[in-house]
């Protein structure tokens, strides 16, 4: 059975940092590309960021390119988002996915709130 777990999120003031992690088992991690999504309130899920499996390609959405960092950790099943320069619109529900083969599989998600 494919988990995912994410860790991480919480209160930070704008202009902080924060860093999620999402450990993955029951799944080919290293062959599987992994993102990240969020979602605020009364928004729809919107994409982050996303790490390839074969070269470890990131790509980005724009409202957070240079602010956060995503990575991965093929020996420890985990992938990893570093947030910098938060700002109160991060402020959403952070979700992990995976995607292995034709299938995606998405973690319960962590709270981040940034306060102005």
């Known amino acids: 059975q494919v988990q995912l777990v994410e860790s991480g999120g919480g209160l930070v003031q704008a202009g902080g940092s924060l860093r999620l992690s999402c450990a993955a088992s029951?799944?080919?991690?290293?062959?599987?590309?992994m993102a990240w999504y969020r979602q605020a309130p009364g928004n729809k899920r919107e994409f982050v960021a996303r790490?390839?499996?074969?070269?470890?390609?990131?790509s980005y959405a724009d409202s957070v390119k240079g602010r956060f960092t995503i990575s991965r950790d093929n020996a420890k099943n985990t992938a990893s988002l570093q947030m910098y320069s938060l700002k109160p619109e991060d402020t959403a529900i952070y979700y992990c996915?995976?995607?292995?083969?034709?299938?995606?599989?998405w973690g319960q998600g962590t709270q981040v709130t940034v306060s102005s």
């Open positions: 996915k995976a995607r292995s083969g034709w299938r995606d599989f």
């Open positions: 029951g799944l080919g991690f290293s062959r599987a590309d």
């Open positions: 790490i390839t499996w074969s070269e470890g390609g990131t």
